[in-house]
């Protein structure tokens, strides 16, 4: 499962950071990262069952749970997979209700040197829990692979760390961004079309980007660019319809 998840990773990331949004590119790839999150425990659990036992986990269901408790990320990453596969959630303690709550955003980023504010575009996913808070994706399957990559390391099952893209630091020096942050948008003809925006300020002293309730304070603008494509289907003639 480890040359399964490496890969849907590395392809997550690499779409996920080219500043292209529409058509849900984004959350099919990042769902599938977390499918291959969430199943990888039944591969390694057979494998280690022994060891595994040794910690008192006598079943897949605690050994999941325990990985659960150890990070957040993970329970919520295996949520979204089972969201993806189901569409709505009903059980009891879900983590996530529904796969409609994972939205594609443009996000512009404040940030501040001696010269004053400076900002810069960027895609994001945010995941709404089913407590009503948003995690962005990127960084929750990040954190999410980090694990399961230890834990496989720790019990033997892969000898070292695999190659995986690093992702984007979310510091930008002023001269690596354009004076106008821009995106790009792709949609298909004639089909409803939803673009969001998200503001962000970057902390120094945390190293990460917060999300804004509110615009006040930002004052900038952006550069939006669309490519529209042709319809996937192809619509029934006049003869076909006879």
């Known amino acids: 499962m480890v040359e399964v998840l490496v890969p849907a990773y590395n392809s997550f990331l690499e779409q996920y950071e080219n500043n292209v949004l529409g058509l849900r590119k984004d959350t099919i790839a990042g769902a599938a990262v977390a499918e291959a999150c969430l199943h990888i425990t039944e591969y390694i ?19 999941r749970e325990s990985l659960f408790s150890r990070s957040p990320e993970y329970k919520y990453t295996c949520g979204l997979a089972n969201a993806w596969k ?19 955003y443009f996000a512009v980023v404040r940030l501040r040197d001696q010269e004053g504010c400076y900002y810069y575009g960027r895609k994001v996913v ?27 390391q720790v019990l033997g099952i892969i000898p070292g ?6 992702p984007k630091q979310p510091y930008r020096s002023r001269s690596e961004v354009l004076d106008v942050p821009t995106i790009r948008y792709i949609a298909h003809k004639g089909e409803p079309f939803y673009a969001g925006t998200l503001v962000f300020v970057y902390d120094e002293k945390s190293g990460r980007l917060y999300e804004q309730t509110d615009a006040d304070g930002f004052i900038t603008e952006f550069k939006v660019e669309f490519e529209i494509l042709e319809e996937p289907f192809t619509s029934p003639s006049v003869e076909e319809n006879r």
Do not use: Q
């Open 126 to 152: 945010m995941v709404t829990l089913s407590d009503g808070r948003r995690v962005e994706l990127g960084g929750l399957l990040s954190l999410s692979l980090a694990l399961v990559i230890d834990e496989a």
């Open 45 to 63: 659990y057979p494998e280690t069952r022994i060891a595994l036992k040794d910690r008192g986990l006598c079943k897949l269901k605690d050994y």
């Open 86 to 104: 189901h569409k709505t959630l009903t059980r009891p303690n879900r983590e996530i209700e529904s796969i409609v709550g994972t939205d594609e």
């Open 161 to 166: 760390t695999p190659r995986i893209k690093v």
